[in-house]
């Protein structure tokens, strides 16, 4: 699977949009993007993913390159509950036996 | 939407002693269940992918008579830590990809705390 690059952290005022980039300047076309999140002392929480179309729904929305070698997750209207590791991962769907990768993510933290 | 549930949140147990987690897909059957481990500050890592009715197959590094898995149904993998101490003190996750085609995403347990003392 492709590696991404993601920044280690990033802050956000409540309310306003929160952008996330992720750089998978490797990837493969048959690859997807996933975006996942993990707040503190939970397990990860499926956010989006797409292959090159743009995707939203009631969590984010996530915006695709056109030559797919990098991505930006946007949470419209961040909350305080948005706080978390923020993790973009690659994967091709061989099969349902493909596990994800997790690299080290963006911890964002959304501030008052 | 798809939910998998772990149990226990929370285990702290003496040195020596052998801890089982359990995996449950509650509104899904699941073929494939993975198992990570999370040290504090660090990300999630694989241990082992679980098939149900087969063998585990365990990622490089994680011995797999210590940590041993049974994925005797569709709904059910469990992760016992056996003969556990210290250094295996971790945030254990299970995850399950529900049916369907393979891009669907996978889904999380909300972790196992094993403290050992």
């Known amino acids: 699977d492709a590696k991404t690059t993601q920044p280690p952290s990033m802050d956000c005022a409540e309310g306003r949009a929160a952008n996330l980039p992720c750089n998978h300047s490797t990837i493969s076309g048959n690859e997807y993007v996933y975006w996942y999140r993990q707040i503190h002392s939970q397990g990860p929480q499926y956010i989006i993913h797409?292959?090159?179309n743009n995707e939203t729904n009631e969590m984010a929305s996530l915006i695709i390159t056109e030559d797919r070698k990098s991505s930006t997750l946007i949470l419209p209207h961040a909350t305080l509950r948005d706080t978390a590791v923020y993790y973009c991962i690659v994967r091709v769907p061989i099969s349902g036996n493909t596990p994800l990768v997790f690299g080290k993510g963006t911890r964002l933290s959304v501030i008052a | 939407g798809a939910v998998v549930s772990q149990h226990p949140s929370w285990v702290i147990c003496k040195s020596g002693t052998s801890v089982k987690i359990e995996c449950r897909s509650l509104?899904?059957?699941?073929?494939?269940m993975f198992w990570y481990r999370q040290f504090p500050k660090q990300s999630l890592m694989l241990m082992a992918t679980?098939?149900?009715?087969?063998?585990?197959?365990?990622e490089q590094g994680v011995e797999k008579d210590k940590f041993l898995i049974n994925h005797a149904s569709l709904t059910l993998s469990t992760l016992t830590v056996t003969s556990a101490h210290p250094e295996d003190s971790s945030f254990y996750i299970c995850?399950?990809?529900?049916?369907?085609?393979?891009?669907?995403?996978?889904?999380f347990g909300d972790g196992t705390r094993l403290s050992i003392l």
């Open positions: 995850s399950a990809r529900a049916g369907g085609s393979d891009n669907q995403p996978q889904h």
């Open positions: 679980s098939n149900e009715g087969s063998k585990a197959t365990y």
């Open positions: 509104d899904f059957q699941a073929t494939t």
């Open positions: 797409g292959l090159k």
